[in-house]
């Protein structure tokens, strides 16, 4: 399967089509109601009627793919990723909280590895969200300039000769760093290079310990 932000003849790199980024929009807004009303603020629809609305206002103005500049396109776009990042960082505390003070919440075996698993999945959504869009400027800035130094440094930006010219990061690529950077606890084929991208991803693997460790300790007492 080809690299679509590259032409069919592997020129001038186009931009990331925005369907692939904005279907895990939605999977980050199905989350919460698939949590206890607990795990989000406000109602369970709060923050996805949220991360919803601002979605749609994207695909208004910046609809195919992603490539319009602008100052409301990138305040839209930060909008979006702070509110799945918000809806994340107060799922994974209160289920810290509940793991450490004992909730009723956390009595149940099966409850318990079924919510730890979706709050843990909903951070790694949030991660992969502000990787894709404060790397080099965000994917537009991406595509028009791309940086002379990345922040952080996929294998294809390393050594040329793995990919055809021109090649960019997309979302999934994004996606894959977070997910194995909450598995491995570090980094595995992308090196951050900028110093906010150790820190965020210093951030991250620390809170992936913390949420898996109490989740199956306090599941495995359960069951004994």
């Known amino acids: 399967m080809g690299d679509d932000s590259l032409t069919p003849e592997g ?59 602008g100052r409301w396109v990138r305040a839209l776009s930060i909008a979006l990723v702070v509110v799945i990042a918000a809806g994340a960082a107060w799922g994974a505390g209160r289920l810290v909280w509940d793991l450490l003070h004992g909730a009723p919440q956390t009595t149940v075996p099966n409850e318990l590895l079924v ?28 595509h028009l300039r791309p940086p002379a130094h990345p922040d952080l440094a996929f294998p294809q930006q390393v050594d040329p000769r793995l990919a055809a010219p021109g090649w960019r990061p997309i979302f ?42 109490l989740m199956v300790a306090n599941a495995v007492n359960l069951l004994d």
């Open 115 to 142: 919510a730890g698993a979706l709050v843990w999945l909903q951070t790694v959504l949030a991660f992969a969200f502000l990787y894709w869009e404060l790397d080099g400027g965000g994917p537009v800035t991406r």
């Open 11 to 69: 020129g001038s790199p186009r931009a990331e089509r925005r369907w692939t980024a904005s279907a895990f929009v939605l999977a980050a807004m199905a989350v919460p109601f698939l949590l206890p009303a607990r795990y989000s603020p406000g109602t369970d629809w709060f923050l996805p009627a949220i991360e919803g609305f601002v979605l749609l206002a994207l695909i208004v103005v910046d609809p195919g793919r992603i490539d319009r500049p």
């Open 172 to 213: 999934v690529d994004y996606l894959y760093l977070a997910l194995t950077n909450a598995t491995a606890f570090s980094p595995t084929d992308v090196m951050p290079l900028a110093r906010w991208a150790k820190l965020t991803m210093a951030v991250q693997s620390l809170l992936s310990i913390v949420i898996l460790s």
